[in-house]
């Protein structure tokens, strides 16, 4: 079976899951809506590298036989089987890394409907999404697949780009978080020492305390590297029904930090308090204030806790199992073509 990605925020030389699967009946295809003219760097909407992509993937797959469309994120999808109902209909697809920060709404939510009926199936990373998605698009729940984030342990780079403190704590990711509710909780710790990498649109606005210092759009292998050197990772969501935060988890997870996160349905699926993670409710300050302060100690006990995330990440969260998804996948539509 040749599966053929569609996706616009990965690198140019993005290859996914080739690496790793070992099958030789499976063939892997890759378009990337990254801008590579300079009309596609100059207009921004609609997003022309977005619809070359898909339009390309889909092409592609009217000409092969034993091909399905895999495309990567919400808008993405929705590109793409536009272009697959009208090139290649019979030719299923997966929408896959389907997930929301905020829903879409109005005229937003009516077009993306539109757009994405007819896809087979969507591959979502919490079970909370499964029935979320299902019930605001009105797609039969069984169109919706759970599978845990998965990732290779994160490769830190050499530099660490945090001056000045010995310890500190540390709060990344750009989506989904309450950085409000973290700056307050830091104010009343000046003691503790933050770092925060964030997103320009996540922290807009927000007044942080002088124990807390901000990054905006690190790379990722400096992002890493502050994670690894910190004491332990912060994560603040929005409310208890985010469901963002899935990278930094596993990823904090597999470099062994102890974890203080808001608990919420979106992340229940990777966590339990006090067994890889502390949680927190959403919205109350005084809990993450006490949380923070249990966290910055860096005891023996929150030692064993990043030690047992990082045992629990490397059992549920290797990219084995979304291997495993896509030859189950590659058999079952083998057996359904004539």
Not at 29 to 53: C, D, Q, Y
Not at 236 to 245: A, E, V
Not at 320 to 325: E, L
Request: glycine content about 6%.
């Amino acid at each position: 079976m040749h599966f053929i990605n569609s996706a616009d925020l990965v690198s140019q030389d993005w290859t996914f899951l080739q690496p790793f699967c070992l099958d030789r009946s499976i063939s892997w295809e890759f378009h990337v809506g990254r801008p590579r003219t300079s009309m596609e760097r100059i207009v921004r909407k609609p997003n022309l590298a977005r619809w070359r992509a898909a339009y390309q993937s889909a092409r592609c797959a009217a000409r092969e036989e034993r091909s399905v469309l895999v495309s990567h994120l919400p808008r993405m999808s929705a590109a793409t089987n536009l272009f697959r109902k009208r090139f290649c209909p019979q030719v299923p697809q997966i929408a896959f890394a389907f997930n929301f920060t905020d829903m879409p709404v109005k005229m937003d939510f009516r077009r993306l409907r539109s757009m994405l009926a007819g896809i087979d199936e969507f591959i979502v990373f919490s079970q909370y999404e499964r029935s979320l998605y299902s019930e605001y698009f009105g797609f039969q729940p069984e169109r919706f697949r759970f599978l845990h984030w998965a990732m290779e342990a994160p490769q830190p780079g050499p530099e660490n780009p945090v001056s000045g403190p010995d310890s500190y704590l540390c709060s990344i990711g750009g989506e989904g978080r309450d950085y409000r509710l973290l700056a307050e909780a830091m104010r009343a710790l000046p003691d503790v020492a933050m770092v925060v990498v964030a997103r320009p649109h996540s922290i807009r606005g927000i007044n942080f305390p002088q124990n807390v210092k901000v990054f905006t759009n690190l790379p990722a292998r400096q992002t890493w590297r502050i994670v690894q050197d910190s004491a332990g990772v912060v994560i603040p969501l929005r409310s208890d029904k985010t469901t963002c935060g899935h990278i930094t988890i596993v990823g904090s997870m597999l470099l062994g930090r102890a974890m203080v996160i808001t608990d919420s349905l979106g992340v229940s699926d990777y966590v339990e308090d006090g067994v890889n993670a502390h949680l927190v409710p959403a919205g109350d300050t005084a809990a993450m204030i006490a949380a923070v302060q249990g966290l910055s100690h860096n005891s023996a006990a929150m030692r064993d806790l990043g030690a047992r995330a990082s045992a629990r990440a490397r059992e549920k969260h290797a990219l084995s199992g979304w291997v495993s998804y896509f030859t189950e996948k590659s058999a079952e539509y083998e057996a359904r073509l004539p």
